[in-house]
């Protein structure tokens, strides 16, 4: 926080430097003490200098009070030297025309805010020149709920010259606190925690869910991304643009809501054509997507999509996802897996005639397909050799050593008969039965793994059987791997145990170090893999909840 308050004080103009360094070297000792919280040093200068009080000490016009707030190390210096400036002078403005207060609630310091509120109220209603803002909106924009919770139970609504919720004030209020996710309890009417700082705003002025600020920006838009409540006041245009906000940003619950709330936005498209399921396709957004099982017969309708450029809902399914969503699946296999199921899903639910529809490039939605998704092909492909590849190594050596221990048994056999020494043993059996296992998991393992390096990688491919043989193949290599170190624990008990059992319990231990090793590495994209190709997938009715 210092060396920030530091930086911000020693930024300026080389003109305006030149000119005033002198001055500012002269109060560098209350600099110093300011950022420091050391009252003792401060009020000797002051003793010395009494302008010092009110003094720019930095070339962006900072006060010994701005520093001392904004580094927040001593409310009991900013106490004492409030104490010792005039009312008037809490008005004095830094850069960008920021008072005392702005700081505070810039920084969050709500002990310092309460201070400077009580000993001269109207800070309140002083704007900066960057927006034109209140103390208010610094709180909000920062994300300091607390303090932003005291200046509005201070803060009186109906001030007649600076009307803090009155447009656009009340605006970039609103857009701040929900841009800043408060949802907490405001401290003007104290409502249920459950009550929203930002509905509380709306629900006083409902004219500012719809107001836009001078770049554009508007709480509604905002509200689309983060929230599931609106009032109810809005015009159905307004519903429109949220509707189709929320889509895209897979906010199934804002949908829903606005929806019961104006069903006609349902069947409103927007400027390319799009309706909300195929804006939800293009953005792979499945919760949104999801909604349509929850449809009536109407659902049919909602798939009769032909944007400007001829594309069906299938051409657009046809589509690379957006790399955000692509990045959620771990691996271009499984990111090529999730493509294949949402083409196919789009495929189920489209009439039959639009699987053949040429769009205006007299294309078909299995080209558009193909074409946009040729290098994740590409990508799936050596992700899924690399894997195999390295698995093979793994798997051949497995087989190897369970073939050649075999043969070669713990303690040898028997001179006359041939028969195994340690054959009416116990720890014999498990030996003879786990690396049987263990060569014939380890041999399924090794075909699987030579199935997938010389698979033809068709596009189709990577939806069951790629997935399937790497499944199986990262299984039996996982079996192979747990009885080989079976048999191995089974053969140091029988070589060095003596029949002594205390030697199970180290030789158990240091037989679950490789078993977990390999859980905590591999077993996490084993448990994607079958997650993705054989649970119950993403698509579905995920609520008994009636959708239009």
């Known amino acids: 926080m210092e060396s920030q308050v530091l930086m911000d004080a020693s930024s300026s103009s080389p003109g305006a430097r030149e000119n005033k360094d002198e001055d500012y070297w002269r109060?560098?000792?209350?600099?110093?003490?300011?950022?420091?919280?050391?009252?003792?040093?401060?009020?000797?200068?002051?003793?010395?200098?009494?302008?010092?009080?009110?003094?720019?000490?930095?070339?962006?016009?900072?006060?010994?009070?701005?520093?001392?707030?904004?580094?927040?190390?001593?409310?009991?210096?900013?106490?004492?030297?409030?104490?010792?400036?005039?009312?008037?002078?809490?008005?004095?403005?830094?850069?960008?025309?920021?008072?005392?207060?702005?700081?505070?609630?810039?920084?969050?310091?709500?002990?310092?805010?309460?201070?400077?509120?009580?000993?001269?109220?109207?800070?309140?209603?002083?704007?900066?020149?960057?927006?034109?803002?209140?103390?208010?909106?610094?709180?909000?924009?920062?994300?300091?709920?607390?303090?932003?919770?005291?200046?509005?139970?201070?803060?009186?609504?109906d001030d007649p010259v600076s009307k803090p919720f009155a447009y656009p004030s009340g605006a970039l209020l609103l857009y701040h606190a929900v841009d800043s996710e408060f949802y907490g309890s405001s401290a003007r009417t104290n409502p249920p925690a459950e009550h929203y700082?930002?509905?509380?705003?709306?629900?006083?002025?409902?004219?500012?869910?719809?107001?836009?600020?001078?770049?554009?920006?508007?709480?509604?838009?905002?509200?689309?991304?983060?929230?599931?409540?609106?009032?109810?006041?809005?015009?159905?245009n307004r519903w429109q643009r949220l509707v189709y906000s929320s889509t895209r940003y897979g906010i199934h619950e804002v949908v829903e809501e606005v929806v019961e709330s104006f069903p006609l936005a349902l069947w409103c498209v927007d400027k390319d054509g799009y309706n909300i399921f195929g804006l939800a396709v293009i953005y792979r957004c499945e919760n949104v997507f999801n909604l349509i099982y929850q449809m009536s017969g109407h659902k049919q309708d909602m798939m009769f999509v032909v944007d400007k450029n001829w594309n069906t809902m299938l051409h657009l399914a046809g589509r690379l996802a957006p790399f955000d969503k692509l990045n959620l699946v771990p691996g271009a296999a499984l990111q090529m897996q999730r493509e294949l199921q949402w083409f196919k899903e789009v495929e189920n639910l489209v009439t039959p005639g639009y699987k053949e529809y040429q769009n205006e490039g007299?294309?078909?939605?299995?080209?558009?397909?193909?074409?946009?998704?040729?290098?994740?092909?590409?990508?799936?492909?050596?992700w899924m050799k690399d894997t195999a590849k390295s698995c093979t190594?793994?798997?051949?050596?497995?087989?190897?050593?369970?073939?050649?221990?075999?043969?070669?048994?713990?303690?040898?056999?028997?001179?006359?008969?041939?028969?195994?020494?340690?054959?009416?043993?116990?720890?014999?059996?498990?030996?003879?039965?786990?690396?049987?296992i263990s060569l014939f998991t380890s041999t399924m393992s090794l075909l699987?793994?030579?199935?997938?390096?010389?698979?033809?990688?068709?596009?189709?491919?990577?939806?069951?059987?790629?997935?399937?043989?790497?499944?199986?193949?990262?299984?039996?290599?996982?079996?192979?791997?747990?009885?080989?170190?079976?048999?191995?624990?089974?053969?140091?008990?029988?070589?060095?145990?003596?029949?002594?059992?205390?030697?199970?319990?180290?030789?158990?231990?240091l037989a679950c170090l490789p078993i977990t090793s390999f859980v905590f590495l591999q077993f996490p994209l084993l448990v994607d893999l079958i997650s993705s190709t054989y649970g119950p997938g993403i698509f579905g009715k995920k609520s008994d909840r009636l959708f239009y």
Do not use: C
């Open 448 to 509: 699987m793994f030579l199935s997938i390096l010389t698979s033809r990688y068709a596009e189709g491919d990577f939806l069951y059987v790629l997935p399937k043989r790497l499944i199986i193949g990262l299984v039996t290599l996982f079996m192979s791997i747990t009885t080989m170190i079976l048999a191995f624990s089974s053969t140091l008990y029988l070589v060095f145990g003596n029949n002594k059992e205390w030697i199970l319990i180290p030789v158990a231990a």
């Open 197 to 236: 700082i930002a509905l509380d705003l709306v629900g006083r002025h409902p004219e500012l869910a719809t107001a836009k600020l001078v770049d554009g920006k508007h709480a509604l838009k905002t509200m689309a991304r983060k929230a599931s409540a609106f009032p109810s006041s809005v015009r159905l």
């Open 393 to 436: 190594i793994a798997a051949a050596l497995i087989a190897t050593i369970a073939f050649a221990a075999v043969i070669t048994v713990p303690g040898g056999t028997n001179g006359t008969n041939g028969v195994p020494v340690f054959s009416k043993a116990n720890a014999f059996i498990v030996f003879i039965v786990s690396d049987a």
């Open 362 to 382: 007299n294309e078909f939605p299995s080209m558009v397909f193909t074409k946009e998704h040729k290098k994740l092909v590409e990508e799936g492909e050596k």
């Open 27 to 157: 109060y560098q000792p209350l600099l110093k003490a300011a950022l420091k919280g050391d009252w003792d040093s401060a009020k000797g200068f002051f003793d010395q200098d009494p302008d010092a009080l009110t003094a720019h000490i930095t070339d962006a016009k900072q006060t010994a009070l701005h520093l001392a707030i904004s580094s927040g190390r001593s409310i009991e210096f900013v106490g004492k030297l409030v104490d010792l400036m005039p009312p008037e002078a809490l008005a004095l403005r830094a850069s960008q025309g920021r008072t005392a207060l702005h700081i505070a609630a810039l920084y969050g310091n709500t002990k310092a805010a309460v201070i400077l509120v009580e000993k001269h109220p109207t800070s309140l209603y002083i704007r900066s020149y960057d927006q034109n803002q209140l103390p208010l909106h610094f709180a909000a924009n920062g994300g300091h709920k607390d303090t932003l919770l005291y200046l509005l139970s201070v803060t009186k609504e």
